[in-house]
C-alpha cells in the first residue's frame, strides 16, 4: 500500500482524480492537467486497490466504511488512513492521508493535499499545527480473508481416528 501510494509523489492533485488504475481526469467541469491527478481519497483508492481493499472515494464514507477508528496516535500502524476533521467530529472530516511510520513521536504521510500542491509526503505530521489539530482518528482498511469452507468430520465409534464422510470435498 505505502509503495504504491510513494510511487504517485509528485502526482498533481485533481478535485474527484483517482481511481484503482490511477490518476484520473477528476470530477466533472475540474480542469486537469494532462495525464490527471489524484485528491486526497482518490490516492487511497489507488493505494489500497494494489492489495484488492475497496476503498470509497469520499473522506467520510471512510471512516465509515473502516470503523471503529483509532484515535490514540500510539497504536497507528504503517498502511492506517489517517482522517482530518474541521470540527471535530465524524461530520467534519474534510482529508485522509496515508500513514506511514512514526518513530521519535514523528508520524510521516503521503497524501494530496490540495489544489495546486502535487501528492507529498508530510515528515511529521503531528509537529504540524494544522494537522495535530484537525485530526479526528485513522481507520485500518485490512484484506477480506480467503473464504474458506468448513468440513464436516466424525469420529467412529471405538476408532479413535477422524474420517471424511465418504464423498466429501477436501
Known sequence: VAARALATVGTPYVWGGGDAQGPTTGAPGVRAPPGGGFDCSGLMVFAFAGIGVSVPHQTQAIWTAFAP?????????P??????????????????????????????????????????????VWQSSYYARQFLGAVRAVPTAAPTTLRRFHRPAGDGRWCVPLGAAL
Open 69 to 77: 477508528p483509532i484515535t490514540d496516535r500510539r497504536l497507528l500502524q
Open 79 to 124: 498502511g492506517d488512513m489517517l482522517l482530518f476533521s474541521d470540527n471535530g467530529q465524524p461530520s467534519g472530516i474534510h482529508h485522509v492521508g496515508l500513514y506511514l511510520a512514526g518513530g521519535q513521536g514523528g508520524g510521516r504521510m503521503v497524501h494530496a493535499p490540495r489544489t495546486g500542491v502535487p501528492v507529498t509526503v508530510v515528515d511529521n
